[in-house]
């Protein structure tokens, strides 16, 4: 099991940029997979991003393409989200979670991630 704790949200203009960063303890932080996602107001949750252990592969969801970025530090056992040209539709609670296994064809299912951190709310004005 590992424990997840996100920090970095706030409330940002249009435009803006704001980091998320996910810090990871219990599991080996380089043995599994990370993933973004997030709950607007109303909706379901949603995938952003994800990363695999060793950070070589990378997959974002279309709508934050060329937006944001994730990366992972597996000396500080943190992975992080650059949310850059951020726009109202991003305002949402956003969670990092962690994925244990081989598989990369599910990566953006919620239900393959086993451990969730609480949130952190990302709020962009218009």
């Known amino acids: 099991q590992v424990q997840l704790v996100e920090s970095g949200g706030g409330l940002v203009q249009a435009g803006g940029s704001l980091r998320l960063s996910c810090a990871a303890s219990?599991?080996?932080?380089?043995?599994?997979?990370m993933g973004w996602f997030r709950q607007p107001p109303g909706k379901e949750r949603e995938f952003v991003a994800a990363i695999s252990w060793s950070g070589g592969v990378l997959r974002y969801a279309d709508s934050v393409k060329g937006r944001f970025t994730i990366s992972r530090d597996n000396a500080k056992n943190t992975v992080y989200l650059q949310m850059n040209s951020l726009k109202p539709d991003d305002t949402a609670g956003y969670y990092c979670?962690?994925?244990?296994?081989?598989?990369?064809?599910?990566?953006?299912?919620?239900?393959?991630?086993?451990?969730w951190g609480q949130g952190t709310q990302v709020t962009v004005s218009s």
């Open positions: 979670a962690a994925k244990y296994g081989s598989s990369w064809y599910d990566i953006e299912q919620p239900v393959k991630y086993a451990d």
């Open positions: 219990g599991r080996t932080f380089s043995s599994y997979a």
